[in-house]
Nanobody, 124 residues
């Protein structure tokens, strides 16, 4: 499966932004998807994950209650709705997918397919 992340940009603290991860090539509903983020010099951080059917989600502690992950399998797309953005949310955001069906997977090592990343910058 090929992934294309989009939707990043420059916003102010407190704003909202929606990222998209568009997939092609396979039966997308079989693929669990996650978002990770990374800033220079740091480890990639888990943000959110969603199961293939979309009925299970998990969030990282730093974004829980502010971000929402969802998916539209008819459009082969996963979304990350980000709200109440903070400067510390500034990072390159990556989407990842793998064929885990109904599971939510939090470890980046378990994903074989990655998008190219989209930069989110939150100014104070």
């Amino acid at each position: 499966v090929q992934l294309q992340a989009s939707g990043g940009g420059l916003v102010q603290a407190g704003d909202s932004l929606r990222l998209s991860c568009a997939a092609s090539g396979h039966t997308f509903s079989n693929y669990a998807v996650a978002w990770f983020r990374q800033t220079p010099g740091t480890e990639r951080e888990f943000v959110a994950a969603i199961s293939g059917p979309g009925d299970a989600t998990r969030y990282g502690g730093a974004v829980k209650g502010r971000f929402t992950i969802s998916r539209d399998n008819a459009k082969n797309t996963v979304y990350l709705q980000m709200g109440s953005l903070k400067p510390e949310d500034t990072a390159v955001y990556y989407c990842a997918a793998d064929e885990y069906g109904g599971r939510t997977i939090l470890s980046q090592r378990q994903y074989h397919y990655w998008g190219q990343g989209t930069l989110v910058t939150v100014s104070s």
